[in-house]
């Protein structure tokens, strides 16, 4: 079954912006009326998908060191869509981005390629 579906990825010169988007479609993130976490994930070609991104039940936002201050995680819980504001992207940002659950992610989805050149 269909859980996340993101989006929003392309190819981009260094030093520009993206927004990716994601749809909980089996709102994973919202139990009843409470919020749980959501994170934003990636994977860069040979290497391990790695948590860059998070944002508590309560709003809290949590950043990986090489995204801090370029990156900002947020949802839109009536449209059960998370996003990631990408700015001054970086060669390095190239990977596949998914979001999922903070530290238990399940099935993922089919994540969206973000593409930085020089």
């Known amino acids: 079954q269909v859980t996340f579906v993101e989006s929003g990825g392309g190819l981009v010169q260094a030093g520009h912006s993206l927004t990716l988007s994601c749809v909980d479609t089996g709102n994973i993130f919202r139990s009843g009326l409470e919020l749980n976490g959501i994170g934003w994930y990636r994977q860069a070609p040979g290497k391990s998908r790695e948590l860059v991104a998070r944002m508590t039940g309560r709003g809290s936002t949590h950043y990986d060191k090489s995204v801090e201050g370029r990156f900002t995680i947020s949802r839109d819980s009536a449209k059960n869509t998370v996003y990631l504001q990408m700015n001054s992207l970086e060669p390095e940002d190239t990977a596949v981005y998914y979001c999922?659950?903070?530290?238990?992610?399940?099935?993922w989805g089919q994540g969206t390629q973000v593409t930085v050149s020089s």
């Open positions: 999922n659950i903070p530290y238990a992610p399940i099935t």
